[in-house]
């Protein structure tokens, strides 16, 4: 049984926001004016609320906010692989050193650290990937809601 | 037997060339240079090895379980050529890539019709990159010559930096020592490596106009995109093969094997008793695993392993974050799994392909730290998909069929084994 869906706006705007940082507060999406021409939907479910930003490039990007207002989840799926440096902010840092010390070709990147879990997989024309906050999941919200 | 070494007054124009363009890489290497050579006979044939890679500063750079092959590219219509070894087989990319000091041909870039040089960028799920500008070569593979093809030069210095939605926060891949290798040949299943969506008027972050108050994410039309350059050969055109023996539980040191150009198209590049899978636009298609469908699932000659899953769901333990195998399963003694791939007939029958594939997961550590740079039984996790790497290319004969091309399987995209 999935939670209850609400609607609560589907906002389309020339200069948008888009793109909060991981742990950082749902207001920064809205100071974002780095990627024009997005769509921005929000939904509300049990126990937190998904911010969807779609990009007419077909990049579908989604935060997910604890009740607080803070990012505790982001996740994309798309052609390209969105400015990481940008959704996941300072986690960007702790997820680059982590891949920098893998010695291997692969198409995908795992981190599970104690905190910061990252995952990136897919390939050019059909990325995909999702990166949450253990510490900050909202009570009763498991790490599958980010998807 | 396949790295070809030139001859003495070829090298003398390399050094000179080295020292003029590649200040500041480190990624010199001696092994080619130019030269005034007609091509062979077209025989279709081309060989692949699987050894340590190219060496930089007397060191073997190479990434373990890397195909790579010798790649000719020359000024267009003309017979001034290099020969480059050691350039990554790439089924999971489209389009040649080289880094900018190892070219010694004199070539424009290309330009948009606003005359600005064209940036291209490549992303790949590590969040590394390759950035560079475009020029037209002439590529020749086994006697077949793809005629005036876009390929992208890597990171020139005279070149605009990656624009920030290419880097993407990522780590730039761009010399011969980040590569483990002296370029990329993308010969996966499209004709290009953006294709219809870089036509649109909201494309993607894969081509820039860069005049020199900065570069612009552009619409470019598909012949002037990077171009998979099987599909450019006169003949032999449809895909290609590729042929690898396999190697035992410890690995080898080295490989050798081919890649044959076309299908059903010579008496050597028949399907025989291959079956035919199709992939969707995107390049993927569905791995059932333990009864679950796993879509965007995909064959990559560029992975170094069999990419699937987690640890909770394959029980195969993750190597130590601190160790040098992290990133791949360390089970104590190997499993076997089996998984079912389907994908539509490329025939359009409408009846969907399945092919099931047996596999084995070994300890990667120990595997990883022998001498040995081939394994058929490295694997480890990737996010609710399968990339099916090297491993899965060896002891195996497994066609590309590129997109919009006939062959006796059907139309492309498709896998073929």
């Known amino acids: ?147 | 037997m396949r790295l070809v070494r030139w001859r003495q007054s070829a090298t003398a124009v390399l050094l000179m060339s080295l020292a003029a363009c590649s200040a500041g890489s480190g990624s010199g290497r001696i092994g080619s240079g130019v030269t005034t050579t007609p091509p062979p006979a077209v025989n279709n044939v081309q060989p692949v090895v699987m050894d340590y890679g190219p060496i930089v500063n007397g060191q073997s750079v190479g990434v373990n379980n890397s195909l790579y092959t010798t790649v000719t590219i020359c000024v267009p219509g003309t017979i001034t050529c290099q020969s480059i070894d050691h350039v990554l087989v790439d089924t999971g990319s489209t389009g040649l890539r080289i880094p900018a000091s190892l070219v010694m041909l004199s070539v424009p870039y290309l330009v948009d019709a606003g005359n600005n040089p064209i940036g291209n960028c490549v992303q790949y799920a590590d969040t590394t990159y390759q950035w560079g500008p475009l020029v037209k070569v002439d590529v020749q593979m086994a006697g077949e010559v793809a005629s005036a093809v876009p390929i992208q030069i890597i990171s020139p210095t005279n070149f605009a930096g990656a624009p920030a939605s290419c880097s993407a926060g990522g780590t730039p891949a761009q010399t011969v020592a980040d590569l483990g290798a002296n370029g990329i040949l993308g010969v996966g299943l499209f004709r290009q490596d953006c294709g219809s969506a870089c036509t649109t008027s909201a494309p993607p972050a894969v081509y820039f106009s860069c005049p020199t108050t900065g570069c612009i994410t552009a619409s470019v039309p598909l012949a002037s995109q990077l171009q998979n350059p099987v599909w450019m050969f006169p003949q032999d055109n449809n895909g290609l093969a590729i042929i690898l023996p396999q190697v035992g539980a410890a690995g080898s040191v080295s490989l050798a094997g081919s890649m044959i150009f076309g299908i059903g198209t010579q008496s050597n590049n028949g399907l025989v008793g291959a079956q035919a899978q199709g992939a969707d636009s995107g390049g993927d298609f569905t791995t059932t695993f333990n009864g679950i469908a796993h879509s965007g699932s995909f064959i990559d000659s560029g992975s170094s392993g069999y990419f699937f899953l987690d640890s909770s769901t394959t029980g195969l333990p993750d190597c130590a974050a601190n160790s040098h195998a992290n990133g791949f399963y360390c089970p104590a003694s190997p499993v076997s799994f089996s998984a079912i791939n389907s994908g539509p007939n490329p025939k359009g029958t409408g009846v969907p392909i399945s092919i099931n594939v047996a596999f084995s997961i070994a300890n990667a550590l120990p595997l990883i730290d022998s001498p040995s740079v081939v394994f058929n039984n490295i694997g480890g996790p990737n996010s609710g998909s399968f990339d099916w790497g090297i491993p899965f290319f060896l002891g195996r004969t497994v066609f590309v069929g590129i997109e919009g091309q006939a062959s006796p399987a059907g139309t492309g995209p498709y896998w073929a084994y």
């Open chain 1, 1 to 147: 049984m999935r939670n209850e869906l609400f609607l609560l706006s589907i906002l389309a705007m020339a200069a948008s926001p888009a793109g909060a940082t991981l742990g950082g507060s749902a207001e920064s999406v809205v100071a974002d004016q780095s990627n024009l021409h997005a769509k921005r939907a929000v939904v509300e479910r049990r126990g937190y609320t998904v911010h969807e930003i779609s990009r007419d490039d077909g990049t579908l990007i989604r935060e997910y906010v604890t009740p607080a207002g803070k990012v505790f989840g982001v996740s994309w799926t798309g052609p390209t692989i969105p400015d990481l440096a940008q959704l996941l902010g300072p986690y960007n840092t702790e997820f680059q050193n982590t891949l920098r010390s893998k010695s291997a070709r692969r198409k995908v990147a795992v981190v599970r650290n104690p905190d910061l879990v990252v995952e990136s997989a897919g390939h050019s024309r059909a990325f995909h990937g999702r990166a949450y906050l253990n510490s900050m999941l909202p009570g009763g919200v498991t790490e599958d809601a980010v998807k």
